[in-house]
């Protein structure tokens, strides 16, 4: 009842007194008189959400016109009806089959208009019934039901039961601050056990379905017990609710007590002249906003927050808050920049003192300082974007530029970062804000025009929480990012004076507005000659040191090096080069740790001893001229390698099989390759017809590395025409180049690796597209001299050079017999070139 007591309790009247007037009011209305049968017929009161029990007086309010009616009619026959609960409360008029079959006869008292314009009325519960059947549908229900006697006979069990339902109710009272006193001193005046468990029940509230169950249980024994799990938990979810309360009170206590102490301390302080602590900690803030050289905004804002920090108490939660985000404006490099060295000898030696070869990123870097030089006042800076393979020194030429310039350096590493959050910072309502990386580096670097390295751009990721690359576009628009907005600092900070350098492997993963943003410069792969050298002047000295040699003691030679390159590395840069030479000078170091003789001069044939049998092999020039086999020369991102391209006529209808692990557009070359051989077949004397009985199969050897490009389509053709001519391929003859279903020969890309490496693997002839004769620039003058470089623009020039002027064995049989006649044909090259992909 702990919910509806103040219906019935007078102001002044304790719960008892309020309980034992109400009843003895209802006392006067009869119960109903069962017939011969046993049965009474009354009224049906329905209620929604509701359970009345015996001896039990309850409020009720009604809104439907038939219960007010019903009511209406037993005051008037000064009679009781019969509460039944309905199964669906939005039934606005429940039938027979919508009430549970258990009710109560219940007394109800004078109706009360309420303000809602429903209706009130206090009931007190009689007996339970059992319904029988409805005998009245209209204007209300009338039900004729057999009343339900329960027995009052307590026995050891009852009484034992009885007193253990007491006990945890008078535990569920002294908990719930919402049950009187009274209430257990009512149940404790109660002998019967029915009674006792109906009025705990009404007390205690339990859900619908729990009530609904225990109005159903006839047996008074158990639904003591009932009750009894029902009070069980009840006291727990009291406990739990107590220990809360009670920590929530504590922890008010505590700080209340602690602002009175503080506010003590504070007029102790001021009696003794001390001053407060936390005073003087926001006066100190204060003077630091000021003096600290800051933009006129950001000063601001700054002195802002610090009012807003002295206007709060010391413990409050969001000082801590207030007081970092101060900090990191205070920390933030504002105004404060080193003096660039802009004398451009200086940097030219350092460059070259650190770093061989690369001359297009030192050209660049040369290029900004002069005009630092020329003019001191201009602040653009340039936003470079080394790309190139792993361990071509892209990251530390940076280092060597930044010691050129002699700024601060700083780098940033973005692989894996997929969070924009990671960038721009999150908002200060998140709890442990922090600014985004950029600004953290920026702190770190501790000036405003530090050298700013971004590492492994093009590995940025993407996910649900923002694009981390779209958040870089502000970083890296030089029309932008003097006003870089982070999220957490709120204010525009200044990134233009950064001199910003980025590093990418590839830049096919690189968003087209952000490359569009930096200017590229390519890290292509060392060739040998460059790997040579860079091992005689870098590598090799910092091995013998950190392995603690002498340079005196041990000799690395040129052949040797040039071995571990050929034989053990496969790579564009020069990491695993070093590490090989580490390996080397790390066995002769034992050695000399356990007092053994050791070599002073290490040559190619003790490469095997120290490193164990090579790794890798170059694939060898054919020995002898081939029918049917033409050698290109492919790019790969660790140097130039030359690919023999086989052909092979077997009678068949027709078809053309590629094999080799050849992506599409080496297929699609050798397609065109195909059909410009059967265009000019009658001009070198090949039989037509001869194309539908024979099955065409091309075949590039180390079938297990991916192959793809345009730059095979004249070695296809060529080995093809000597297939079908029975003209062998001249051995010593490499070659590259795109080519036209009309014959015309397309410039391509690689072109200093691919002749390099024809040199390397001992080729004497190689031929190019006329239009790549530019790249030869980058080609060394050893190369070029001692190879014969043969510029085409068509295919018969190809052909005319490549192939055997006679024919040494047929291809097909006799009758099928061709020979050759030159044709030229020559014409302007229409597309742009593609490196293929090894």
Not at 304 to 329: A, C, D, F, H
Request: charge should be negative; include cysteine; charged fraction near 25%.
């Amino acid at each position: 009842m702990r919910d509806n007591d103040w219906y019935f309790r007078d102001e002044g009247e304790d719960f008892g007194e309020a309980l034992h007037r109400r009843t003895e009011e209802l006392y006067n209305i009869p119960d109903a008189e069962p017939d011969e049968n046993g049965l009474i017929v009354c009224p049906v009161l329905p209620l929604r959400d509701l359970v009345v029990f015996p001896h039990m007086i309850s409020p009720v309010f009604l809104s439907q016109e038939a219960a007010i009616q019903a009511i209406e009619e037993s005051q008037l026959n000064d009679q009781t009806v019969i509460a039944l609960t309905q199964r669906d409360a939005e039934i606005e008029h429940p039938g027979g089959d919508d009430f549970y079959p258990i009710g109560v006869e219940i007394a109800v008292g004078r109706l009360l208009n309420m303000p809602d314009n429903s209706s009130s009325a206090l009931v007190q519960g009689r007996r339970r019934v059992e319904v029988v059947d409805f005998v009245q549908q209209e204007p209300f229900l009338v039900v004729r039901a057999r009343p339900v006697f329960e027995g009052t006979i307590v026995d050891r069990q009852i009484d034992a039961t009885m007193r253990t339902v007491l006990e945890m109710f008078q535990k569920c009272v002294q908990l719930d601050r919402s049950l009187p006193e009274e209430a257990y001193l009512y149940a404790l005046n109660i002998d019967e056990p029915g009674w006792l468990a109906d009025m705990i029940v009404t007390a205690i509230a339990p859900t619908l379905d729990a009530r609904i169950q225990l109005l159903g249980m006839m047996d008074p024994l158990e639904r003591l017990k009932a009750v009894i799990g029902l009070l069980a938990k009840e006291a727990d979810v009291l406990e739990l609710e107590d220990e809360i309360h009670s920590r929530a009170q504590s922890e008010v206590d505590r700080t209340q007590r602690e602002f009175y102490l503080r506010e003590q301390m504070k007029v102790i302080q001021t009696e003794l002249g001390e001053g407060d602590p936390w005073s003087r900690e926001i006066y100190e803030l204060q003077t630091r906003v000021e003096s600290a050289s800051l933009p006129e905004e950001v000063q601001v804002r700054a002195l802002k927050e610090v009012e807003r920090l002295g206007q709060m108490p010391p413990m409050s939660p969001e000082v801590g808050i207030i007081r970092t985000y101060i900090e990191w404006i205070l920390e933030l490099p504002w105004s404060n920049a080193t003096e660039d060295n802009l004398d451009v000898r200086h940097a030219a030696e350092v460059l070259e003192a650190e770093h061989y070869g690369l001359p297009r990123a030192k050209e660049r870097i040369l290029e900004y300082i002069a005009v630092r030089n020329l003019n001191p006042r201009k602040l653009r800076q340039p936003i470079l974007c080394f790309v190139g393979p792993p361990g071509t020194g892209k990251t530390s030429l940076g280092r060597s530029i930044n010691e050129a310039l002699g700024r601060k350096f700083v780098r940033l590493s973005l692989g894996g970062v997929r969070d924009e959050a990671e960038i721009r910072g999150h908002r200060r309502t998140y709890i442990g804000a922090l600014p985004g990386r950029i600004l953290q580096t920026m702190r770190r670097a501790g000036t405003i025009n530090p050298l700013f390295m971004l590492d492994e751009i093009d590995k940025l990721g993407q996910d649900f929480r923002g694009d981390p690359a779209a958040a870089l576009l502000e970083v890296l628009d030089l029309e932008q990012n003097h006003a870089f907005s982070d999220h957490y600092l709120e204010l525009p900070y200044d990134l233009s004076r950064v001199m910003f350098i980025t590093t990418a492997n590839t830049t096919a993963t690189i968003p087209p507005a952000l490359l569009d943003r930096m200017e590229l410069i390519e890290f292509p792969g060392y060739i040998e000659e460059e790997k040579l050298e860079i091992a005689r002047r870098f590598l090799i000295p910092r091995q013998i040191d950190e392995n603690g040699l002498r340079p005196d003691e041990l000799h690395l030679a040129d052949a040797a090096v040039q071995r571990v390159i050929r034989e053990y590395t496969y790579e564009a840069g020069v990491r695993n080069l070093e590490r090989e030479i580490g390996r080397v000078f790390r066995k002769v170091a034992r050695s000399k740790a356990e007092k053994k003789r050791f070599p002073s001069q290490v040559g190619p044939a003790s490469i095997e001893r120290f490193l164990g049998p090579p790794q890798f092999f170059d694939l060898e020039i054919e020995r002898q001229n081939e029918i049917g086999v033409a050698t290109a020369i492919a790019w790969t991102e660790n140097g130039g390698e030359i690919m023999p391209v086989e052909v092979l006529l077997i009678e068949g209808k027709g078809n053309l099989q590629i094999t080799g692990q050849i992506g599409s557009v080496m297929q699609e070359s050798a397609q065109a390759a195909l059909s410009f051989m059967k265009s000019r077949s009658r001009q070198y004397q090949v039989d037509p017809e001869i194309y539908e009985q024979v099955d065409i199969h091309i075949h590039i050897p180390e079938g297990a590395i991916p192959k793809d490009g345009p730059s095979a389509g004249i070695t296809i053709c060529t080995a093809l025409f000597s297939a079908f001519t029975g003209r062998e391929v001249i051995s010593h003859v490499g070659m590259t180049g795109e080519i036209t279903l009309r014959g015309r020969v397309l410039p391509v890309g690689g072109v200093r690796e691919k002749v390099l490496a024809a040199h390397r693997v001992g080729l004497k002839t190689v031929i190019l597209p006329k239009r790549n004769l530019k790249d030869l620039v980058d080609v060394p003058k050893r190369a070029r001299s001692e190879l014969n470089i043969v510029p085409v623009e068509h295919m018969d020039q190809v052909l005319e050079v490549a192939l055997a002027p006679v024919a040494s064995q047929p291809a097909l049989p006799q009758r099928r017999r061709t020979r050759r006649t030159a044709s030229d044909h020559s014409g302007k090259d229409e597309s742009v070139p593609g490196s293929p992909v090894l």
